[in-house]
């Protein structure tokens, strides 16, 4: 098993090196550098003269790149074009964004494997069908415009009728400031979750073991419990670790809607301001979260199938 992580850990370093270039090059092509409007004048400031000598916007690409890589590999995001640090800059919005993507997370895996679990053991019945319409609407549904009707029904409505359940915007009201944009943000997740749920568990439930189990006396719960959904389990592990990845990038619209401080908002605000330090180490720390993702899911692999060892 070491060995494994560390090999996983070695393959790791060339797609960080690729995803970093990739997205170096990308940003730093496009037109506009808050640097360059500050020194356009006669006289320089000081101050921006360091951050000049911090990013060199004079050297060629590949030795910007590299400037970045040996500072990144220390723990140095780079500078922001007003002198703060990134990695200061996105030390308390990250929190903000890991706990909007857990309550997704968490969301998506207790509802979309218990829909399918429900909608499996109910194949050909009305609620099956029932719970397939729920999934293809939210499939249908862009999150945009999921998160303003819930703002607008579960926050605006419900309050002005006395009920105050969920904070339309913001996090001063703490964890149940997450409730609503964690929702919308596991909308389409939960969607698919279900389905790949329900088509697994439908799938092992004909298995022969299966049938041997129902032979041998094994009551009903045991049989799902135990053998089946343990077994349907591995693909939905896989389709959970990757979806991190994904939740993560989607924190950028529901951040916005819901006016979060976290790393998505703020990444949307570099965006538009030009500033790119910030958003190359918030893309390359959204990729390192992925890998790590990634490794987490091919070890949970050995805990869940007693057949798979990594040796």
Known sequence: MGRYIIRRLLQAIPVLLGATLLIYAVVFALPGNPLAAAAAGDRVD???????EHHRPGDPFLVQYWHYL????HGDFGVTSAGVPVADLMAGKFQVTVNLTV??????????VGLGLYAALRHGR?????????TLVLISVPALVTGFVLQLLL???????????????GIAEGRRGYLLPGSVLAGTSIAYLTRLTRANLMETLRADYIRTAVAKGLSRRRVI??????????PLITYLG?????????????ETVFNLPGVGRQLFDSIHLREQPVVVGTVTLLVLVHILANLVVDLLYAALDPRIRYE
């Open 103 to 112: 309550t997704a997370l968490v969301m998506e895996a207790v509802i979309g």
């Open 126 to 134: 009305a609620q099956d069908s029932l719970v397939l319409a729920s």
């Open 46 to 52: 000081p101050g921006v003269a360091a951050l000049r």
């Open 155 to 169: 926050g605006v409505r419900l309050r002005q009728a006395g009920i105050d359940l969920f904070p339309v915007a």
């Open 242 to 254: 990757a979806d991190l990845g994904t939740l993560m990038g989607g924190t950028v619209i529901i």
């Open 225 to 234: 419990g135990r053998h089946a959904l343990r077994n349907a389990l591995i």
């Open 70 to 73: 040996t500072g990144l590999f």
